[in-house]
């Protein structure tokens, strides 16, 4: 029972984690990089008052924190014989590449987004465009987040094709 809920819990934030980040990355960012200045409300938006950077950083926490539990659960408090066993190794492996991604996306990325939701946040209360020191902070941001979120990104797909293939492991190895 306790394993049914664990599951649950981890595979639905690993679902929302994965997908929300694939989406920003993809689809949103770049979206908002080519409207330029007509975005920064939308942007505001997003981080501020959805708190969208939030929620996927959260769901990162649920699915790795639940991840980790079934890890110890089903490796015997983390034998090394079971953990790196060829029917577990895919868990072990696409769990410690999820753990990374979510280093670089709570350490380097997350802070990235908060300091595009300051500097936004400042200019739409003054009204006012940004200030060529003000432009050139959020385009410096801009290219590290984007850089991080390929990062992140191709972390989480190699996680989740770890993670979706870990049973089979054992037939090829
Ligand atoms: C990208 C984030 C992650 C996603 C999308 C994800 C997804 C999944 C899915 C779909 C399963 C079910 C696989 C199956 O039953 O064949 C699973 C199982 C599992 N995951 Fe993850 N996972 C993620 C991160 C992690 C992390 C960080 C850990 C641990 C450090 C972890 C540990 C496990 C373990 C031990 C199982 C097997 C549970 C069992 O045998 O009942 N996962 N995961």
Do not use: K
């Not at 991840?67 to 034998?79: A, E, K, P, R, Y």
């Not at 072990?92 to 670089?104: K, N, P, R």
Request: aromatic share 8%; glycine share 12%.
């Amino acid at each position: 029972m306790e394993i049914l809920l664990l599951r649950l819990i981890h595979i639905g934030a690993g679902v929302f984690w994965v997908g929300s980040v694939l989406t920003f990355h993809l689809f949103i960012q770049p979206a908002v990089i080519a409207s330029g200045p007509a975005a920064t409300g939308f942007t505001y938006q997003l981080l501020h008052h959805r708190r969208f950077s939030v929620a996927i950083l959260t769901s990162g926490l649920v699915a790795v924190i639940a991840g980790i539990t079934l890890l110890v659960i089903t490796s015997n408090g983390l034998d090394p014989e079971i953990l790196f066993g060829a029917s577990r190794l895919g868990f072990t492996v696409g769990g410690a590449v999820a753990i990374l991604s979510l280093g670089v996306g709570a350490l380097y990325l997350f802070p990235r987004t908060r300091i595009v939701e300051a500097t936004i946040g400042g200019l739409l209360a003054e009204g006012r465009p940004p200030t060529p020191a003000e432009q050139e902070l959020l385009a410096h941001t801009g290219r590290e987040a984007r850089a991080a979120g390929w990062v992140v990104s191709i972390g989480l797909i190699v996680a989740v094709i770890c993670m979706a293939t870990a049973s089979y492991w054992g037939l090829f190895l």
